[in-house]
Nanobody, 129 residues
Framework: QVQLVESGGGLVQAGGSLRLSCAAS????????VGWFHQAPGKEREFVAG????????YYADSVKGRFTISRDNAKNTVYLQMNSLKPEDTAVYYC??????????????????????WGQGTQVTVSS
């Protein structure tokens, strides 16, 4: 089992920044890939960014490329999502999720919610115009 807890959400004006954290406990977190997803009211949960077990590979949705940065510190069992130049359309609940990475690496990094086994409770991000 892996337990995930997100923090760092809040209310920010358009153009501002937030840094989300995803703290993990339980099994060896450094063997898990992590994804950040967001879900706006009435919409499906969408992939935002992902990072492999070592932090050597990162992946982003087109809508956040150049604005968001995902990173991880395995010594602290924590994954971060730095969000800059925030837009009102970024408003959503943000979730982190973990997937046991296969030996070697993924052929295709998982970007669908049902590919992840462990989820946090989410943190609200609200961007005002």
């Amino acid at each position: 089992q892996v337990q995930l807890v997100e923090s760092g959400g809040g209310l920010v004006q358009a153009g501002g920044s937030l840094r989300l954290s995803c703290a993990a406990s339980g099994r060896t977190f450094s063997t898990f890939a992590v994804g950040w997803f967001h879900q706006a009211p009435g919409k499906e949960r969408e992939f935002v960014a992902g990072i492999n077990w070592s932090g050597g590979s990162t992946y982003y949705a087109d809508s956040v490329k150049g604005r968001f940065t995902i990173s991880r510190d395995n010594a602290k069992n924590t994954v971060y999502l730095q969000m800059n130049s925030l837009k009102p359309e970024d408003t959503a609940v943000y979730y982190c999720a973990a997937d046991q990475q296969p030996v070697g690496d993924y052929d295709v990094f998982p970007t669908q919610a049902d590919e992840y086994d462990y989820w946090g409770q989410g943190t609200q991000v609200t961007v005002s115009s």
